[in-house]
């Protein structure tokens, strides 16, 4: 869990948490869990919690939003969730659940699996991935989601998933779990339900996922709600262990924390603009797509405007900084921008074409401490 360390000029700024890819990242935890349960002790991280190496099953429960640092922040809330054994994870670049959920299938880097942020350039248009649309319209069949996305998710294994009944039939589910075999809950009391069925007719793994605390911070921010939802959350991991058979494990982990950011948005003025064409990735994210010869301008305004409250980062900078684990091929180089802006402040940079990403209360896809420290956390059945 390392920090690049500030460029010159950049000492005021804090060192971004950039995705600790070869030790404690999101990118090891199913090759581990897959190693373990095949037997192959060298695909198994040194930090994999006791409780998993003890048991012949494992559900892991992805548990979207759910940072590290709010957790802490709030044991009391969450004693369930808080008793488990383990540490704590970095997501991927951008800290964002399109990138992270892929890297966690796939056990590959955003620069690898290609799933490069929230909203992807392609072809001089943006696919929102989560929708998979493009300019509002279904983009399924123009751009087939296992064409875009085309590593292979559990290492090949045909794992059951459990996940939210109406996620069954969109793009991103084909891109993230490909052939998996999905069984869908309609109320979260179905969740445990259809784990402990898996777990009872002998699935050696089952992946899970629940977003009710992402969707929570989104709306309301980390107050009432959330506080709600994280106790309903800690009621869930118990309902869960108590469907363990003996010999089985419950994992719990995250796609990225949130960082509070209300209507604090930055708007770009025409100093930055004017050399831009496209705009991509999402509020704490956002790529710049620059107008042929205009990508040192850019990154100059930009900088020059932002530098402030925010990383503002070449493409050449973001890759050669190890943010997106290793070189893209040309394909998938060609869906990031030219300008990265990247908040360590809670802010956020507006993009008019994306109306429905200026309600959110709660965001997340930067590097910050907030945003990147997910928990990792095991317990063993009765």
Known sequence: MTGSPPRAGDERQPAPVVPDFAGRCLTRVVPGILGHLGGRAAAVPEWMPEPVLASRQVVLLVVDGLGAEQLAARRELAPA??????????????STTAAALTSLTTGLPPAAHGVVGYRVAVDGEVLNVLAWRIGGRDARRSLPPRRFQDSPVFGGVRVPVVSRSDYAATGFTAAHLGDAELHGWHTVAGLPVEVGRLLGA???????????????????????????????????????????????????????????????????????????????????????????????????????????LAWVRSADDVIGDGWLGGEPSPEIRRRLGDVALVPFEPTAFLDPADTGEQRLVCRHGSLTPEEMFVPFVAWGGP
């Open 202 to 308: 002998g699935c050696p793994f089952v992946y899970a996922y629940y977003d009710g605390i992402d969707r929570a911070a989104h709306a309301f921010g980390l107050g009432e709600h959330y506080q709600a939802e994280l106790r309903g959350v800690d009621r869930l991991v118990e309902d869960v262990i108590d469907v363990l058979p003996p010999g089985a494990s419950l994992a719990v982990t995250a796609d990225h924390g949130q960082v509070e950011v209300g209507a604090s948005l930055q708007v770009f003025d025409g100093a930055v603009m004017d050399g831009v064409s496209l705009l991509s990735g999402e509020g704490r994210f956002r790529w710049l797509h620059a107008k042929p010869g205009a990508a040192a301008d850019v990154l100059a305004a930009a900088g020059e405007a932002f530098g402030h």
């Open 81 to 94: 969730l808080c008793s488990g054994v383990g540490t704590v994870l970095t997501s991927v670049a951008p």
